[in-house]
């Protein structure tokens, strides 16, 4: 694919090949993109193997099972969901007309935007490249991706499979570095597609404002779970080890922190240790829980838990330590009654460790999360109730899951994004077409043309129709 000793150079030329493939090909038919969307399904399916060993390279150690459940199920929804709903999703819609203008029809077309360009996580190295993916190809543009060099396997391989199923002119990947990203977020792009930090999201949206590119955001920060007074419970908690756990916690929508009553929290620390344990019996070790990607994430964490147990903070560690043979992987770990001040109430954690504060009343909790910058996803667990009601209409934060963790993702009806710190704009769902899409209006003026008749030389044609929208009063000066 792209392969040049000046990269910003390669990349601009794509771009530029795009951009004229795009305007001498004209937007895609629906039969165009349902047979991508095809292609694109058979590709991925054809290499699950490959994927799932990319992945565990990548990480160190990472479950195929786990691969398969939070990365390729999810693509494989996506490309069906677009395929099936195609059909709606690029019907023009009929708008409404206002009285004065009656004669007209105003309707509204999605056209394509152009050339989209994608840069992907490490995270979910997979997914988060085919999802945006596919859905700019439903939406009929050309693409250019930019995935993350800290899952160099995992990228190599999606370059090799798409340059299989696609020519540079329709989908091209950019390999390389920080400076390769930097250079690549900076092109006339016209859409970006980013999911990554927050701190890396505004260096992003700096750089795609010097040539107005639109952009859509998918960040973090730190989510928040809170459970009701009562309801500590193993299914709630099964749901959260789930939602901590998955991927060693190294996902954006993972609870961050956990809000309790202070009167459970001994049942909470209780039923967590055996949710754990049930999860993954052989602690740390256990097939099915996967490695922290790097070294330096790896020392970053562990730099947060020393640094709470230094301060006094209750530190509870679920299993033994893992042994040398087990690289990089690190102890389910609780921090109980964390201050402020601490890095792992500050920063976004990405790791297997979740702070436990505790509250007296709902308004507390909800006090606590709205003093913190709105976070992408929202967890309660408990009744549906007079506080659950409360809790939802006076925070803000991305997609909320009510008595689950993380599943709200995995639906493809539903946008996803965040709001100001955690992300701009949302995709999935009829959302994600439309993000990816020019939203065009159009007026038709048919042979009856009422707002002809409202043109200079003004009589009493325009007062009538002045009266009927503006009413009768006014006011001399």
Not at 33 to 41: G, H, K, P, S, W
Not at 109 to 134: E, H, R
Not at 192 to 214: D, K
Request: with cysteine.
């Amino acid at each position: 694919m792209l392969k040049d000793t000046d990269p910003l150079a390669a990349m601009t030329e794509t771009l530029h090949r795009q951009r004229a493939a795009f305007l001498r090909d004209g937007p895609p038919t629906r039969t165009e993109r349902r047979r991508d969307l095809r292609r694109l399904r058979a590709i991925v399916l054809e290499h699950r193997c490959a994927i799932e060993q990319a992945i565990d390279a990548d990480f160190g150690h990472r479950s195929r099972h786990e691969t398969d459940l939070m990365e390729l199920v999810g693509v494989v929804q996506a490309i069906d969901y677009l395929t099936r709903n195609l059909h709606r999703f690029m019907r023009t819609e009929k708008r409404h007309v206002s009285l004065i203008y009656q004669g007209g029809r105003a309707h509204v077309t999605y056209q394509p935007k152009g050339v989209i360009g994608v840069m992907a996580p490490w995270n979910y190295p997979f997914s988060l490249v085919m999802i945006p993916l596919a859905t700019a190809i439903a939406a009929g543009n050309r693409v250019m991706i930019k995935p993350s060099e800290t899952t160099p396997r995992t990228s190599a391989l999606i370059r090799m499979m798409l340059a299989e199923a696609f020519g540079d002119e329709k989908v091209a990947v950019v390999l390389g570095g920080p400076d390769v990203g930097a250079a690549f977020s900076r092109l006339p792009f016209d859409h970006l597609l980013f999911t990554g930090s927050t701190s890396v999201g505004r260096h992003i949206m700096a750089a795609a404002s010097e040539n107005l590119v639109p952009v859509t955001l998918e960040l973090g920060g730190k989510s928040p779970v809170v459970v009701a007074r009562g309801h500590v419970s193993d299914n709630a908690m099964n749901s959260i080890v789930f939602g901590k756990l998955s991927n060693a916690g190294q996902t954006c929508v993972a609870p961050d922190y956990a809000l309790v009553h202070e009167n459970d929290l001994e049942a909470f620390i209780t039923s967590w240790d055996r949710a754990v344990t049930r999860s993954y019996p052989d602690g740390p070790t256990s097939a099915d829980y996967s490695s922290i990607v790097n070294d330096h994430h790896y020392t970053r964490l562990t730099g947060l838990i020393d640094e709470a147990r230094q301060r006094g903070g209750r530190v509870i560690e679920v299993g033994a330590r893992p042994d040398a043979a087990r690289k990089r992987t690190l102890t389910p770990t609780l921090v109980i009654g964390a201050e402020d001040d601490l890095a792992v109430m500050k920063e976004e954690i990405f790791g297997p460790i979740l702070p436990v504060r505790t509250y007296r009343t709902m308004d507390d909790a909800i006090d606590f999360i709205n003093a913190r910058p709105r976070p992408l996803a929202l967890y309660y667990f408990g009744a549906r109730d007079a506080d659950c009601a409360r809790l939802l209409a006076r925070t803000t934060s991305g997609n909320v899951g009510i008595n689950n963790t993380m599943i709200h993702v995995a639906q493809d009806d539903l946008p996803f994004g965040g709001i100001g710190a955690s992300g701009i704009g949302a995709y999935h769902g009829i959302e994600g077409f439309r993000t990816m899409s020019h939203a065009r209006g159009v007026f038709i003026q048919s042979r009856w043309n009422l707002p002809a008749l409202l043109r200079a030389p003004f009589g009493r044609l325009a007062d009538i129709a002045l009266r009927a929208t503006l009413g009768k009063s006014r006011r001399h000066v």
